[in-house]
């Protein structure tokens, strides 16, 4: 898995509708309270504090690729969830889970299928995978702008469909409960709260190539450049059992 890190402190200070989308992840897994869960892409521990608020008795495993979103959920957490940069597509050193949630994480994973099988390897019989990730059509309204101004469409990412995740989780040994998109788009008319949303959530990694002196030029002209003020987000929503 590609992975990269993240400004984790104006990444966490932003109005993210990342928490609504964790709300509606932490409703679908349904959980008694005394199950071990893993956070799949936990990012700054946002979703993993959320769920130990509903559920105080869970125990929560965090893995991120980004060692810098790790050491902001570490301090958000504390000793309460154990926590490790990982990649999500090798073995986990983990204790088998009976449940995995992700919030956000799975469209900069390039491998659906290598995913979703290490996952059902770290997962109880009978255990069930709950997700929200970006899914096909999201972005357009961005691509359209990065076309412009660099000439390419958005990179390093995978937006993908019902039917290609379907097979994906069957073929990884995953019984499909549900597999739905769901536009869900975000409008941000203050331009320097959309340019900093574009820097810290969206456009990352080509920030990472350029001088820190051209990162704000460059995110005003991808501002610039979408013909309206608007995140395009398309849900991916994932519901599976092993």
Known sequence: ??????????????????????????????LTGHERVLDAGCGTGRDAAALLERWPTARVVGVDGSAAMISAARERLGGHVQLLVADLT?????????AVMSVAAFHWI?????????????????????SDCGGQGQLAFLDEALVEVTGRPKQGIRFAGVAETERALTRAGWRVERVELR????RIEDPDLLETYLGAVCLGQYLAELPADEHRPFLSRVRGAMHEPVVDYVRLEIEARR
């Open 1 to 30: 898995m590609a992975t990269r890190e993240w400004d984790a402190q104006t990444y966490d200070a932003l109005p993210l509708p990342h928490v609504a989308w964790g709300q509606r992840v932490l409703d679908h897994l349904a």
């Open 90 to 98: 090798e073995p986990l050193p983990i204790e088998p889970v009976d």
């Open 110 to 130: 390039a491998d659906h299928e290598a995913l979703f099988t290490n996952l059902a390897r770290s997962v109880v019989p009978g255990g069930r995978l709950v």
């Open 183 to 186: 536009p869900d788009p975000l």
